[in-house]
């Protein structure tokens, strides 16, 4: 099971006030609008429930619009079908509110194991950010990592961390973990050392997979190749947790070459610390297929 399908995740998407119904193991979360209807997502299900099932809460909650983004092990032959079937009593979302790709690595193995399986440039930056003394702590404040996440992403930046703090409050501290990457500064003018936060990344845990769920990093901490280290460092914890799978949560999907650019770049980033591919079933009705 993946972590949009975990009680967990149920709980979260109520809080953002969200009405989450059952559709056959799965779960299916639903937002009401006033005078324009309701919108469901179906998200990363095991299992594509039949029409006899749906309809009932289609109707129920006057849903006029429905994104369904299975799980990976659904073939998309199977989804193109089932897609054919719903497809007349409701208007599907071809949108991807989820990524359609992204890449696990395994945990197996020795943490050396896991290391040698970076690219040898990924290896030389970890190397590179210790020798700028940049170290990486725990942190149970989600405020830390909103910071600095909000920092990294510029004007607008607020919005990629919305929501961010209930689902830390549903997460934490069990499910959850913040790293933060840090450095010493010394002032010639007082003399004194203080430290200054140069990266962060939250970590969620579910069914023995570590989620890669939100990352930033100072102009500063990209220089001293803080974010490799905290993925090194993710690594680890995942692995110390019981983990056997850390999910990167997304990266560019050439099936849909005109969707997402602006991924490339931390697709390439993602891609040197040794995961696979992994690819989810897409909507038929897109018009870049």
Do not use: C
């Not at 430290?195 to 579910?206: K, S």
């Not at 969707?259 to 897409?282: A, D, L, Q, R, S």
């Amino acid at each position: 099971m993946e972590i949009q399908q975990s009680p967990l995740y149920a709980s979260y998407i109520r809080s953002l006030g969200w009405s989450v119904e059952s559709v056959e193991g799965g779960q299916l979360f639903i937002k009401k609008f006033p005078v324009f209807g309701g919108f469901a997502k179906l998200q990363r299900t095991t299992r594509l429930p039949s029409i006899g099932t749906l309809l009932p809460l289609i109707r129920a909650y006057q849903i006029n619009k429905l994104s369904v983004e299975p799980d990976a092990g659904i073939p998309q032959r199977t989804f193109a079908l089932w897609i054919n079937k719903i497809s007349p009593h409701v208007s599907l979302i071809t949108t991807a509110y989820l990524p359609t790709k992204t890449i696990r690595v395994n945990l197996h193995g020795s943490e050396n194991d896991i290391f040698t399986r970076f690219t040898q440039a990924k290896r030389r930056a970890v190397r590179r950010a210790e020798k700028n003394q940049v170290a990486v702590r725990t942190s149970d404040r989600i405020e830390d990592l909103i910071r600095v996440k909000n920092t990294s992403a510029g004007f607008l930046g607020f919005i990629t961390t919305s929501g961010i703090d209930k689902l830390w409050s549903v997460f934490a501290p069990r499910h959850a973990e913040i790293l933060l990457a840090y450095a010493p500064r010394f002032s010639l003018i007082t003399r004194h050392r203080s430290i200054r936060t140069l990266g962060a990344v939250l970590i969620l845990f579910w069914d023995n997979i570590a989620y890669y769920w939100i990352a930033g990093a100072t102009r500063e901490g990209k220089k001293l190749f803080a974010p490799t280290l905290l993925v090194w460092e993710a690594l680890k914890v995942s692995r110390r947790r019981g983990m056997k799978q850390f999910d990167f949560v997304g990266v560019w999907d050439e099936r849909l070459p005109k969707e997402n650019h602006n991924w490339k770049g931390f697709t390439k980033f993602k891609e040197g610390f040794g995961g696979k591919t992994v690819y989810y079933p897409i909507s038929m009705l897109r018009k870049s297929i």
